[in-house]
T-cell receptor, first 112, second 113 residues
Framework: QQQVKQSPQSLIVQKGGISIINCAYENTAFDYFPWYQQFPGKGPALLIAIRPDVSEKKEGRFTISFNKSAKQFSLHIMDSQPGDSATYFCAALYTGGFKTIFGAGTRLFVKA | DGGITQSPKYLFRKEGQNVTLSCEQNLNHDAMYWYRQDPGQGLRLIYYSQIVNDFQKGDIAEGYSVSREKKESFPLTVTSAQKNPTAFYLC????????????FGPGTRLTVT
């Protein structure tokens, strides 16, 4: 119930294409769903986040789609660029607590 | 510059030795966290601390210990009891109000042989 399942493990996209990463959760108590971006040798950084009362959130080329009934959410990266090549982690948490549950991560490579 | 510093970036130890990883933050954050990152397993919580002189075990605390004597510092000791200590260790912090927005340090890669 505490798991967040993330797919795919790795993804190769052509420059200008759309990158899509999917996540699924079980615990309906989760009320905040962030995505973190991590470049090699660095710590993750918060990229974008969504609450379950919203079906979509867009920030620049990054969009989160959220399906509460299916307990799934996804990250879409539009017009993917080589600089987007990184590992992406979805996560879920209950904001009344301190524990964030992370997905296993997706390594994205954008080909120039 | 505000942020989280972890030192050293790379650390090598012999099996059976305890080793302490440093984490310092100047963001004035109340909460601090230690995560372990292994390939294909995401980030797993080792310990977290909400306030000075208080900390709680995370999912994989066995073989690790921490202290929180100062607000800005949260060192992690990897003891000889940790069966598989080689990993990338990440420290993070957050405000108490916004515990869901975590700021991460650059990490320490520990190799034990």
């Amino acid at each position: 119930q505490q798991q967040v399942k993330q797919s795919p493990q790795s993804l190769i996209v052509q420059k200008g294409g759309i990158s899509i990463i999917n996540c699924a959760y079980e615990n309906t108590a989760f009320d905040y769903f962030p995505w973190y971006q991590q470049f090699p040798g660095k710590g993750p950084a918060l990229l974008i986040a969504i609450r379950p009362d919203v079906s979509e959130k867009k920030e620049g080329r990054f969009t989160i789609s959220f399906n509460k009934s299916a307990k799934q959410f996804s990250l879409h990266i539009m017009d993917s660029q080589p600089g987007d090549s990184a590992t992406y982690f979805c996560a879920a948490l209950y904001t009344g607590g301190f524990k964030t549950i992370f997905g296993a991560g997706t390594r994205l490579f954008v080909k120039a | 510059d505000g942020g989280i510093t972890q030192s050293p970036k790379y650390l090598f130890r012999k099996e059976g030795q305890n080793v302490t990883l440093s984490c310092e933050q100047n963001l004035n954050h109340d909460a601090m966290y230690w995560y372990r990152q292994d390939p294909g397993q995401g980030l797993r919580l080792i310990y977290y601390s909400q306030i000075v002189n208080d900390f709680q075990k995370g999912d994989i605390a066995e073989g690790y210990s921490v202290s929180r004597e100062k607000k800005e510092s949260f060192p992690l000791t990897v003891t000889s009891a940790q069966k598989n200590p080689t990993a990338f260790y990440l420290c993070a912090s957050s405000t108490h109000r916004n515990s869901y927005e975590q700021y991460f340090g650059p990490g320490t890669r520990l190799t034990v042989t």
